[in-house]
């Protein structure tokens, strides 16, 4: 699979990749959303990953020393220091399986209503410790599960069994900027005596 090149994009791969590893199915189970796939007259089953919300809650601006260790991302060569905008982005994944899998003996899907059964199977799953340590890996902070909603229906004249749940988690998206930095000034400072004005000049550094 190729990498994501954008941060919605990343996010929404690391939410297949988690889906796909808390229920151990295949690669590729987990697809983006808004897949375009026959309906009606096919059996196997999948299920689509879409970002739907995403809001930053808050950002943390600090600044540090460049060669700082706290500091990670790309660092601008030329900066002494840096200023690290470290926001906490709350997103929601909105969560679809399809299908049964299983077919009635004209090959057409049957109504078992799996879709919900895998879809509380997840929920479940990632309250666990072992889904909490993959997610820590991933950078990913659990918060919670909607309601798992049942909308099955009939497609093309065939059952379609189908079932939607929207997790939401948060991430940190940090950005790292380059800040100016004096390395020396000349300061002139001007005194009002008796006998006139002393002009005096000091050099100051950081």
């Not at 600044?63 to 905008?85: H, K, Q, S």
């Not at 090959?107 to 209503?113: C, F, N, Y």
């Not at 497609?155 to 189908?162: A, K, S």
């Not at 800040?179 to 550094?205: M, P, R, W």
Request: some cysteine; glycine content about 6%; hydrophobic content about 35%.
């Amino acid at each position: 699979m190729p990498e994501p090149c954008d941060y919605m994009s990343a996010v929404s791969w690391l939410v297949r990749r988690l889906c796909r590893e808390t229920l151990d199915t295949q690669v590729g189970y987990f697809k983006p959303a808004r897949q375009r796939r026959a309906t009606g007259t096919t059996t196997y089953d999948f299920a689509t990953v879409g970002i739907t919300s995403s809001d930053l809650v808050s950002i943390d601006v600090r600044r540090f020393n460049a060669d700082n260790p706290r500091v990670y991302g790309y660092v601008p060569a030329y900066a002494e220091l840096v200023e690290l905008a470290d926001p906490i982005d709350q997103f929601t994944a909105s969560i679809n399986f399809y299908r049964s899998g299983e077919a009635d003996p004209a090959g057409l899907p049957v109504a078992v209503a799996q879709t919900m059964s895998r879809a509380r199977t997840l929920v479940k799953l990632l309250k666990t410790s072992e889904a909490a340590e993959r997610m820590r890996g991933y950078g990913l902070g659990y918060i919670t599960a909607s309601q798992c909603r049942d909308l099955s229906a009939t497609v093309d004249g065939n059952y379609e069994d189908r079932t939607q749940v929207d997790l939401e988690f948060y991430v940190s998206d940090p950005v790292v900027i380059g800040v100016n930095a004096f390395a020396e000034a000349d300061l002139e400072i001007k005194f009002q005596t008796s006998t006139g004005l002393t002009t005096t000049h000091a050099e100051v550094t950081p």
